[in-house]
Structures are given as structure tokens and as C-alpha cells.
């Protein structure tokens, strides 16, 4: 069964704590980190995660849309994140490699994004590292953005790759996830799906978790 990862990018800041609790009956949260660089917009960081970490057991996944991620993957294990996952375009190959190994070192997952015109091919060379490939089906940058459909091919092609790798490497989409495209990304290889509008602007969000998992 997918698992979906309820993204707080769409939550609403003000009463956080009632949020997160609308939505345990997700897998894991998402936390969409931006730093006006690597994206064109600002989101939040350390002190959030920090904060999630005292009232919710859920495991907390930190999608760093940075640059220089090698920098901070480390203080956002420290901070409470459970899977750390850095953008491949975001530094140089080598930078890529050691945020990826501090992560490892600290026990925590470690994950690589490609933005919609890297080819899956890039993930190669760090098979060995890796937890969690995450494709992107939006630019990243922005919530509430429409679903690539190009990721679909991109979505089995880095299925194939994360069974090469072993060890239980697991495939995450993220952006413009609805009841339509989730079934779609499940069909093509999909192990979690990213959720922020189809998850918090429905009316009953326990239920549009349990309809997007396709039950």
C-alpha cells in the first residue's frame, strides 16, 4: 500500500499543532524547506522542525530545496528529522555525496530529489547511499501546482533503479498529488506519495489520506 506523507507547506501556521493532528493518520509528515535560492521562494526551517518534533511521533521528513544542503543535513537530523533528502542539482557531486553521509552517520535516511528535467540516470552514481528517491511531478518552489505527467515514466524508471540498489530504497513524488494522479503514481511505482492541497483543503482529511492511499 502507498504510504502518504501529509505536507505542512499547506497547513495553516497559525494553529500548527491542530493541524498535525488532523492529519496523523498520514505515514509521515513532509516539510518543504526553501531558501529563496535554490527555489524561488522562502519557507521555513531548524525551529519548525524542532517544534513538530515535541508533539507529534509521526516521522518527520525534511525535503531540503537548498543550496549547499551539505551545510545543514546534519542539523536537520539533529533537530528531529527522520529522513533527510537533498537535491542532486543543489552542489557539486562531491557536496551531494558527504550530506548524504551525514546523514548515515547520524542513523537517519537519506534521500536525493531531481527537479523534472534531470534524468533519472543522475541518481546512479549514489545508489549506495540512498533511502529515498524523490520525484518531483511540479517545479519545485511553489504549492499547488498542476502534476507533470512526464513524471510518470520518471516515477518506473526510478522504481527500477531503487530495486538495484536494495535495501528496502523506497520512491517519493511530490507535487500536485489528487485522488486522480495518486492512483496514477501508485500504478507507475510509487511507494509515497507528497500531499499538501489534496490533503489539508479537504473537508475531512482522515478520509482523503484513506482515498488517497486507494482505499
Request: charged share 25%; glycine share 10%; hydrophobic share 45%.
Amino acid at each position: 500500500m502507498v504510504r502518504i506523507a501529509p505536507s505542512i507547506l499547506s497547513a495553516d501556521f497559525a494553529r500548527l499543532g491542530e493541524e498535525i493532528d488532523s492529519v496523523k493518520t498520514g505515514d509521515l509528515l513532509h516539510f518543504d524547506v526553501m531558501d529563496g535560492v535554490f527555489v524561488p521562494n522562502i519557507s521555513f526551517g531548524l525551529p519548525v522542525i524542532k517544534c513538530v518534533r515535541r508533539v507529534t511521533d509521526m516521522p518527520l521528513d525534511a525535503h531540503l530545496m537548498i543550496t549547499r544542503p551539505v551545510n545543514y543535513a546534519g542539523r536537520f537530523c539533529d533537530a528531529g528529522a527522520d529522513i533527510v533528502t537533498v537535491h542532486l542539482e543543489a552542489d557539486t557531486p562531491e557536496n551531494i555525496r558527504a550530506a548524504l553521509l551525514d546523514v548515515k552517520r547520524r542513523g537517519k535516511k537519506a534521500g536525493l530529489s531531481i527537479k523534472p528535467l534531470t534524468p533519472v540516470s543522475a541518481l546512479e552514481p549514489y545508489g549506495e547511499l540512498l533511502d529515498l528517491i524523490l520525484i518531483m511531478s511540479v517545479e519545485p518552489g511553489f504549492g499547488g501546482q498542476s502534476f507533470i505527467p512526464e513524471a510518470l515514466g520518471k516515477i518506473t524508471a526510478a522504481k527500477a533503479l531503487a530495486r538495484r540498489f536494495g535495501r528496502g530504497c523506497l520512491v517519493e513524488v511530490d507535487g500536485g498529488i489528487n485522488r486522480v494522479t495518486a492512483r496514477q503514481c501508485q500504478d507507475a511505482g510509487a511507494d509515497i506519495l507528497v500531499a499538501g492541497n489534496g490533503v489539508f483543503t479537504a473537508r475531512d482529511r482522515a478520509e482523503e489520506i484513506q482515498i488517497l492511499r486507494g482505499n
